[in-house]
């Protein structure tokens, strides 16, 4: 099993920028695929971006495509999601989440094993 603790979120105004990170538990962090997703009220939770487990092969939502980035550190048991030129309609919960069959990358929550408890972004117009 893993574990997964998101942090970083906050409060920013639109324009602005925010780095989020995923620490993950075990020594087997990279053998998993990892993804975030985000979760505004009212709204279904949404695929944002997603990395392979080497860290080669990266895939985004088209509605942060140019704006976000995500990495990860192996050796830190870290990914990360670095957010570039924050929109009022980012603000969500943001939950990190890990595919335990490693390889590429998924687009689709129901492909991941584990999920952390989420961090708020809010972004002011």
């Known amino acids: 099993q893993v574990q997964l603790v998101e942090s970083g979120g906050g409060l920013v105004q639109a324009g602005g920028s925010l780095r989020l990170s995923c620490a993950a538990s075990?020594?087997?962090?990279?053998?998993?695929?990892m993804g975030w997703f985000r979760q505004a009220p009212g709204k279904e939770r949404e695929f944002v971006a997603a990395?392979?487990?080497?860290?080669?092969?990266?895939a985004y939502a088209d509605s942060v495509k140019g704006r976000f980035t995500i990495s990860r550190d192996n050796a830190k048991n870290t990914v990360y999601l670095q957010m570039n030129s924050l929109k009022p309609e980012d603000t969500a919960i943001y939950y990190c989440?890990?595919?335990?069959?490693?390889?590429?990358?998924?687009?689709?929550?129901?492909?991941?094993?584990?999920w952390g408890r989420g961090t708020q972004v809010t972004v002011s117009s």
């Open positions: 989440a890990a595919n335990r069959l490693g390889g590429t990358y998924y687009r689709n929550s129901k492909d991941y094993d584990y």
């Open positions: 990395i392979s487990m080497n860290g080669l092969t990266t």
């Open positions: 075990g020594r087997t962090f990279s053998n998993y695929a």
